[in-house]
């Protein structure tokens, strides 16, 4: 049962990752796309996490750490730049 719930997550979090990359290279306006990155990254970060527990690896979980953090400071980065033209005072 538990392989067949992973499956459909993985699948679900891919039709998600989809969206967002439509959004990514539809969108309107440029926070718009600022925001599709981010939901991209955390999206990245489930399905490093579902691999993980699929494969049985410990390995996975310490990769979406690093790109959960990495994630987290370039969105904040690219939001300081956006709305002040500049990431560090």
């Known amino acids: 049962m538990i392989p067949l719930a992973l499956d459909i997550a993985t699948g679900a979090i891919t039709v998600a990752m989809l969206l967002c990359g439509l959004r990514l290279l539809r969108g309107p306006e440029i926070p718009d796309r600022l925001l599709a990155i981010d939901t991209l990254y955390v999206n ?39 709305t002040r033209g500049d990431v560090i005072e």
């Open 44 to 82: 990245v970060v489930a399905l490093v996490i579902v691999l993980g527990m699929r494969l049985g690896t410990e390995l996975l979980f310490e990769a979406a750490l690093i790109v959960a953090m990495l994630g987290f400071v370039s969105t904040v980065a690219l939001a300081r730049y956006l």
